[in-house]
C-alpha cells in the first residue's frame, strides 16, 4: 500500500500525497523534496525558493484540454544550462493521465508521457542535431530537432510524479513538429523519456484567469526600478524573462538573474537606436513595447554588413523583433521549426516556398537594454534568410538549438509614424531583400486587358457580316490619251449603316497601270464618298533572275455611309488607253480589320512586355544584394 | 502612376477598338461631300464638284 501521510523528514511537518501519480511532494515549511517508496519517505534534499517568474498560472488552477478537465498539482522550476528559468506545471487529469504545462517565454506546450515498447527508436542524445529530422514512436508526423541541452530543477512546489532531485542535471531535447505539434526527450533516465504533445494557448485550455493575471504583470513591467550595482544609477526592467540588461548610465553589461542584478563587463558601445527603449507601439494588434537593442553583422567577401536588431516584448505575447537594414524594416515573429520544410536552397512555410537570400555568420556587436537571453559581445551563429517578399524567413542555427523566425517587410513610413524615432529615419539605398516589388501587381492588368482584346478581336472577326452589296464588270472603250479619262455609272445598290465597305478591284494589266478614282453617291441625299485606287502589275527578267511587282488587285476600305441608295460612279485611266479595258468592282460590307486588331494587341503586348521588364529589372536588382543571385553569370 | 496612365490609354484604345468595329469606322477617308440631284443630272455636272486629277503618274 502506498504512503498518503507522512512527516518531513527533515522538519518533522505533516506532508501528504494527494495524487497516486505523485513521487515527491513538497514540504511547506522546510521546502525539502520528500519521495515516497512502498514504506517510508525519503528526503531528496531542499529546494529553493521558487523565482518570480510572473506566472498566469498556479497550483490548483483548473482548466480543460480537449474538453477533458484537468487540475495544477505541482510546479518544477527548471534553470536551463544558458541560465533561463522556466516553470512546468504537472496537471492530473480526472480520468487518471497526467500531463506537463510547460511555460517559457509567454509560450506554454501541454504534452504527455508516451510510453514506448521498443526503447531504440528513440533517437540517442548523442546522435541528435538541431535542424535534424525524423519520426518518433506514437507520432504520426515527423519533428525537428530545436533545441539540444542540459537543465536542473531546483525549486518546486505541491505534489511531482517523478523523483525530482534538487539541482541534479539532466540532458533534453526538445523537437518541433507541424501544426504546433512539440516533443520533447529527457534523458536523465534509461531509457529516455518521450513526451509528445503541442503548443497551447491559455484561452485554449480554458484557463482564463490569465487576464487578472496578466493585467497585474503588465502594471509590473515597466514599474520595476532597479539600481545597477555599478554606478548605482537607476534603470527599469520591463520583462521577467530577462537575462542580460545593460546600464543606461554606466553601459554596464549586467546579469539580471531574476532581478538580482550582478555586473560582468562594462561595454564600449551601446549603439545609437533609432528607436527608443521602452517606446511601445501595436502591433497585429498586439502592444509591444521596445526593450533591448542590438548590432550585429556578418562579412562576406571582406565586406561587413551590419544590420540592428530592436526586441519587442508583451507579457501575453512573448517577443518580437523589429529589423532595421539598409533603410528596409521588417516586423519578425518567432515560428516553430517543425512549421517549416528546410530545403537548403528553399523553405517552405505554410505552403509559401521561400528562396534561399543569403547565408553568413552574424556577429553580435553591440547591445543595450534588456535580453532574454545571455547575449554576449561577440556572439556568434549561423545565420541564413530565404525570401518571398514580403515575407523572410530566417534561420538561426548553434550547436545547440536552431530558431526560426517569420519576417514581414515594413514601410520605413510605419515605422516613422509608430514610433518616436530619434532622428531621420535612413533612405533605403539597395532593393531590401523583402522589399515587395512595386511592380508586382503590375502585370496581371495588362495580360487580362490582352486577354479581353483577343477575346474581343475573335468576338469581331466572327461577328462580321461580311455583305456583298456590289459586283460589276465595267466595259471601258478605248480612249484618245493617256491622260483621257473614261467615266462610268453603276445601277443603284442598297448600302447599310454602321458597317464599313471594302472595295476591291480587278484590272486585267499586265506589265501597266489601271487607275480608278470612284465616287459612292447617294441617290437620294447627295452624299459623295470618294476612294481612289491603283492597280499597276509589272514583271520581267533581268540578269537571268525574273521578277515581278505589283497586282491586278487592289482594295480600299471606307468607313461606313448612312443606309440607302448608291451609285458608283468611276472615272479611269489606264496605260494602254488604245484597248478596252474591264475593271471588276467589288463592295462588301461589314468587314472585320484585322489591322485595327493587330495594332490593339501589339499595343497590349508592348504594355506587358514593358511591365514584365520592369518587375524583373527590380528582381534583378534585389537579387544582386544576394550571395546566391539567380541572374548572375559566371565570368 | 505612369502605369495607370498608359493602362488608362490601353482601356480607352479597346473601347476605341470596340467603338470603330461597331459603327465601321475607317481611318484616313478621303473628306465627304454633297452634289445636289440637278448638278449631278446635268451635263458635266460632276466636273464643277469634282476636279480631276492632274492625272495618274504610275508606270514602271
Known amino acids: ?635 | 502612376m505612369f502605369n495607370k496612365i498608359f493602362l488608362g490609354i490601353a482601356v480607352l484604345a479597346m473601347l476605341g477598338y470596340g467603338a470603330v468595329a461597331l459603327t465601321g469606322t475607317e481611318f484616313g477617308d478621303p473628306e465627304r461631300d454633297f452634289v445636289p440631284a440637278d448638278v449631278r443630272q446635268s451635263p458635266g455636272g460632276y466636273r464643277s464638284f469634282h476636279y480631276w486629277h492632274s492625272g495618274y503618274q504610275g508606270g514602271k
Open chain 1, 1 to 635: 500500500m502506498t504512503l498518503t501521510r507522512a512527516n518531513c523528514p527533515s522538519c518533522g511537518a505533516p506532508v501528504e500525497f494527494k495524487l497516486g501519480s505523485s513521487i515527491v511532494v513538497v514540504c511547506e515549511y522546510c521546502n525539502s523534496a520528500i519521495a515516497r517508496t512502498d514504506r517510508d519517505v525519503r528526503n531528496l534534499g531542499k529546494v529553493a525558493d521558487l523565482v518570480d517568474t510572473r506566472s498566469p498560472l498556479a497550483v490548483g488552477v483548473e482548466g480543460r484540454l480537449d474538453g477533458k478537465p484537468f487540475v495544477l498539482t505541482g510546479r518544477a522550476q527548471i534553470r536551463h544550462q544558458a541560465g533561463g528559468v522556466w516553470d512546468e506545471w504537472y496537471a492530473t487529469f480526472g480520468d487518471g493521465r497526467t500531463g506537463w504545462l510547460a511555460e517559457a517565454q509567454g509560450r506554454f506546450y501541454f504534452t504527455f508521457p508516451n510510453r514506448v515498447s521498443d526503447p531504440s527508436q528513440i533517437p540517442q542524445l548523442a546522435n541528435c542535431r538541431p535542424g535534424m529530422s525524423g519520426p518518433l514512436p506514437g507520432a504520426p508526423n515527423t519533428f525537428v530537432v530545436a533545441e539540444i541541452g542540459s537543465a536542473r530543477p531546483f525549486a518546486a512546489e505541491g505534489e511531482i510524479p517523478y523523483e525530482l532531485v534538487p539541482n541534479e542535471e539532466y540532458y533534453f531535447v526538445d523537437l518541433s513538429g507541424d501544426n504546433g505539434t512539440f516533443a520533447t526527450i529527457d534523458y536523465s533516465e534509461s531509457p529516455p523519456l518521450l513526451f509528445l504533445g503541442r503548443e497551447v494557448t491559455l484561452s485554449g485550455i480554458g484557463i482564463h484567469r490569465e487576464a487578472d493575471s496578466f493585467d497585474a504583470r503588465e502594471r509590473r513591467v515597466g514599474a520595476v526600478r532597479v539600481t545597477c550595482p555599478k554606478c548605482g544609477g537607476p534603470m527599469d526592467l520591463r520583462a521577467p524573462e530577462s537575462e542580460r540588461a545593460t546600464c543606461p548610465n554606466c553601459n554596464a553589461l549586467l546579469d539580471v538573474a531574476q532581478g538580482n542584478l550582478k555586473f560582468l563587463e562594462t561595454l564600449q558601445y551601446r549603439g545609437a537606436p533609432l528607436i527608443p527603449l521602452g517606446s511601445a507601439a501595436t502591433w497585429d494588434g498586439v502592444e509591444l513595447t521596445t526593450i533591448g537593442y542590438m548590432t550585429r553583422s556578418c562579412v562576406v567577401e571582406g565586406v561587413t554588413y551590419p544590420w540592428e536588431e530592436y526586441l519587442l516584448y508583451n507579457p501575453r505575447a512573448g517577443f518580437r523583433w523589429l529589423v532595421h537594414d539598409s533603410g528596409h524594416w521588417s516586423f519578425v515573429t518567432p515560428v516553430s521549426a517543425g512549421d517549416i520544410f528546410d530545403g537548403e536552397t528553399e523553405a517552405t512555410f505554410h505552403g509559401k516556398r521561400f528562396k534561399r537570400f543569403q547565408a553568413a555568420t552574424a556577429c553580435v556587436d553591440c547591445v543595450f537594454g534588456e535580453f532574454y537571453w545571455q547575449v554576449r559581445v561577440g556572439e556568434r551563429s549561423h545565420t541564413t534568410d530565404f525570401v518571398s517578399p514580403p515575407d523572410i524567413l530566417s534561420k538561426e542555427i548553434s550547436n545547440t538549438e536552431i530558431s526560426w523566425s517569420h519576417g514581414v517587410y515594413v514601410e520605413r513610413d510605419v515605422i516613422g509614424q509608430l514610433y518616436p524615432v530619434q532622428r531621420p529615419l535612413p533612405e533605403p539605398l539597395t532593393v531590401g531583400m523583402a522589399q515587395p516589388n512595386p511592380h508586382r501587381g503590375k502585370i496581371r492588368p495588362w495580360a487580362i486587358l490582352l486577354l479581353i482584346g483577343f477575346a474581343m478581336g475573335l468576338v469581331f472577326q466572327s461577328c462580321g457580316s461580311r455583305r456583298p452589296v456590289f459586283r460589276q464588270t465595267f466595259q471601258l472603250q478605248p480612249v484618245a490619251s493617256a491622260d483621257a479619262t473614261a467615266v462610268v455609272f453603276s445601277d443603284e445598290f442598297q448600302v447599310n449603316a454602321f458597317e464599313n465597305l471594302k472595295v476591291e478591284m480587278t484590272a486585267p494589266v499586265d506589265n501597266s497601270w489601271f487607275y480608278a478614282e470612284g465616287d459612292l453617291v447617294n441617290v437620294e441625299t447627295g452624299l459623295v464618298q470618294s476612294f481612289s485606287m491603283p492597280v499597276e502589275q509589272y514583271h520581267g527578267v533581268e540578269g537571268g533572275e525574273s521578277w515581278s511587282e505589283g497586282s491586278t488587285h487592289s482594295e480600299t476600305h471606307i468607313s461606313s455611309l448612312p443606309a440607302g441608295r448608291y451609285v458608283l460612279r468611276l472615272e479611269a485611266q489606264w496605260q494602254e488607253f488604245a484597248k478596252p479595258i474591264a475593271p471588276t468592282i467589288v463592295i462588301t460590307q461589314g468587314v472585320p480589320r484585322l489591322l485595327h486588331w493587330g495594332l490593339l494587341l501589339a499595343f497590349l503586348v508592348g504594355g506587358l512586355v514593358l511591365a514584365a521588364i520592369v518587375k524583373g529589372s527590380f528582381e534583378k536588382r534585389r537579387w544582386a544584394e544576394s550571395m546566391f543571385n539567380p541572374y548572375a553569370t559566371d565570368e
